[in-house]
């Protein structure tokens, strides 16, 4: 892979990153989310798999970020400007991520990941590939299934609580 | 120069770095969700480079990973939002500093 498509992707996913954690409308937070999430679709893309590049992009952008932006819609409450969008903790929050990412980047650079490491060579059809092994019951049968109840349980749960309540 | 396992995972620590900012001062319950999804995507990145660069040809395991972890985000925004929504009824706000009663 080229170095500069990596970079390319990797301030695309970053820089809206940082803006949808910062920005004081939220709505523009939100909106900014969405180059970060086709950025990682892109990742996924030139990492070798076309099917979860769709997938991203569906469920991510498609399905997420619409549902983050009819909640935002909804509620109305900490949308005024004159409104703080950050609590107390901002300074502290900030020294937080800056010690997080220094430990981890201290920790994945004090490793050798036998640098020059090729990447594999991908399967031939790697849809089909994970596709077979998601129904595979001696490998990932059990996760699959019990991904469906969860969304099932998700779906159930999420109308159950956004119910008006009786006599309301 | 070639993109090494390496940058995929520097680029992965810091974009959960910047979720977990977001999660730890955001006012908004929305701004807290943002940063959690910001989080997942760190990990489905990890998932994925791990998946090419070190896990045996074959292996699927790695894509699998990531196919629950997006399940679990997508079962995650719904009931998330669902509760920001029952929130926002209860008290009309949804600011997670001043939402402390668990008895409505």
Known sequence: ?168 | MTVTLEHFLLLSAALFAVGVFGVLTRRNAIGVLIGVELILNAANINFMAFWRYVAPPGTMEGQVFIVIVITAAAAEAAVGLALVLALYRQFGTIDVDEIHDLKG
């Not at chain 1, 900014?32 to 469920?59: D, K």
């Not at chain 1, 009819?70 to 609590?87: E, K, M, S």
């Open chain 1, 1 to 168: 892979m080229e170095p500069v498509v990596f970079y390319t992707l990797a301030a695309v996913i970053l820089i809206p990153a940082i803006l949808s954690v910062t920005l004081r409308n939220i709505a523009h937070a939100a909106f900014w989310l969405m180059p970060t999430l086709l950025g990682v679709a892109g990742i996924f893309l030139v990492l070798g798999s076309e099917f979860l590049f769709a997938i991203q992009i569906l469920l991510y952008v498609g399905a997420i970020l619409v549902l983050l932006v009819f909640a935002i819609v909804l509620t109305r409450g900490l949308q005024d400007p004159a409104l703080r969008a950050h609590n107390k903790q901002k300074e502290i929050g900030a020294l937080v991520a800056v010690g997080l990412v220094a430990v981890l980047w201290l920790s994945v650079l004090a490793r050798s990941w036998g640098s020059g490491l090729a990447p594999k060579a991908a399967a031939v059809d790697p849809t089909r590939a994970l596709g077979l092994a998601l129904i595979d019951p001696s490998r990932n049968l059990l996760h699959f299934e019990l991904a469906s109840i969860l969304l099932l349980a998700a779906m159930i749960g999420a109308v159950v609580i956004c119910r008006k309540p009786a006599g309301k």
